[in-house]
């Protein structure tokens, strides 16, 4: 059952911005995210819970609580036992604190899509369901308790209970990785697909699931290991060469900004190799696999670059400071035509094929272009043919 229907009756009338909100587990990666996204979208009130925060706090906020996001909870304790007392006891710690507050507030658990495989995390989780279901047949409140699949994205912690921030962080950082079964098949959701979510059922978009059933994610991706890690090279590799993956693909769109994320930051600037004469420079920042490739054209007072056609490729100069004079002539034919640009009214020019052109500096100081280019360079195939305009 999906978290958010857009067309269904809501459940619960929009939690007002100032309401307060009690997030259990804020200090993990599900709850920085979701903190962090309802500070910025204007929520004022937020009661942040951590493992750490004492059993007196967690009372005194159960009694004030208008909404309740539960996420808190124990991953890879030492003993066994933990899971029950991090998972099972805080909730229904946390729901007895509701109960004698007399606090019909909604409450939202994070559950694991593991729930049911016969682990003691497995039967923690299910037990903590079990309490929360319990709850809102006891006193009538909303419940909503979602079974999560592997969540990943930004600030999730590596080297603890997810892949891909494992294998981000130390490709990232060209640490080795291990895959002991390339053919596993993993099942993962985004971290702000997870935080649309859960913002949806706080402003009522969310028809709640007859007790005893579990909301789901959508969408949801499945991911070979061995592809995630070849993915993930790839990153790296292109980055290095200023390109970029296809991001039409909407889990490599989100993987990719996953992997950024964990870049080291004297990493997060790549070195350029910029063209340098008398006339100026050339330099190339940015290649994309399907959308061409974007350049930074700086040209000296008083000089004219291009005097060139191309038959397919087409470009795009945008002047971002400077006085520019772009001149036009079809192949073929004798007028020339004009278009002068400037930094202070900038206005991106096409460059169609088969038009001989030439952008000269008429200002004082220097011009800078910004270009685009819809196909990669190949020196084996430069598409440019000299022609005075």
Request: one cysteine or more.
């Amino acid at each position: 059952m999906s978290g958010k229907r857009p067309h269904s009756k809501p459940s619960i009338a929009p939690v007002a911005k100032n309401a307060p909100i009690l997030i259990t587990g804020s200090e993990g990666f599900i709850g920085r995210n979701l903190r962090a996204r309802l500070t910025a979208v204007g929520y004022e009130n937020l009661l942040l819970f951590d493992l750490q925060t004492s059993q007196e706090v967690l009372e005194e906020y159960t009694q004030k609580a208008a909404f309740v996001f539960h996420l808190a909870g124990v991953n890879r304790p030492e003993k066994s036992e933990e899971f029950y007392e991090g998972n099972a006891g805080l909730t229904e710690r946390l729901l007895q604190g509701l109960e004698k507050a007399g606090n019909k507030a909604p409450v939202l658990l994070s559950s694991s899509a593991q729930a049911g495989n016969g682990t003691d995390y497995a039967k923690s989780k299910e037990q903590a369901e079990k309490a929360v279901f319990e709850h809102g047949r006891g006193n009538g409140g909303l419940v909503f308790v979602y079974r999560l699949p592997g969540v990943f994205g930004k600030w999730c912690r590596p080297n603890y209970n997810s892949v891909v921030a494992t294998f981000c962080h130390n490709i990232a950082h060209g640490l080795d990785i291990e895959i002991h079964d390339a053919e596993h098949t993993l099942t993962l959701c985004y971290i702000d697909d997870v935080v649309d979510s859960f913002i949806g059922v706080l402003e009522g978009h969310a028809e709640p699931a007859p007790l005893g059933l579990f909301f789901g994610m959508r969408p949801v991706y499945r991911v070979r290991l061995g592809d995630l890690s070849k993915n993930l090279y790839e990153f790296k590799t292109m980055r290095e060469g200023l390109e970029t993956p296809d991001l039409s693909d909407d889990f490599l769109r989100k993987l990719y900004a996953t992997y950024l994320s964990y870049l080291p930051r004297e990493d997060f600037s790549i070195k350029l190799d910029p063209k340098t004469d008398e006339r100026g420079s050339f330099t190339e920042f940015l290649r994309t696999p399907d959308h061409g490739q974007v350049s930074v054209n700086v040209t000296k007072p008083g000089i004219t670059k291009g005097n060139h056609w191309h038959d397919t490729k087409n470009e795009v100069f945008y002047v971002v400071s400077g006085q520019a004079l772009i001149r036009f002539r079809k192949i073929g034919e004798k007028e020339v035509f004009e278009y002068r640009v400037s930094g202070e009214d900038p206005k991106p020019v096409d460059i169609p094929p088969g038009y001989t052109h030439s952008i000269q500096n008429v200002g004082q100081g220097d011009l800078v272009t910004l270009m685009w280019a819809s196909e990669l360079f190949d020196p084996n195939r430069p598409d440019t043919y000299y022609e005075e305009v």
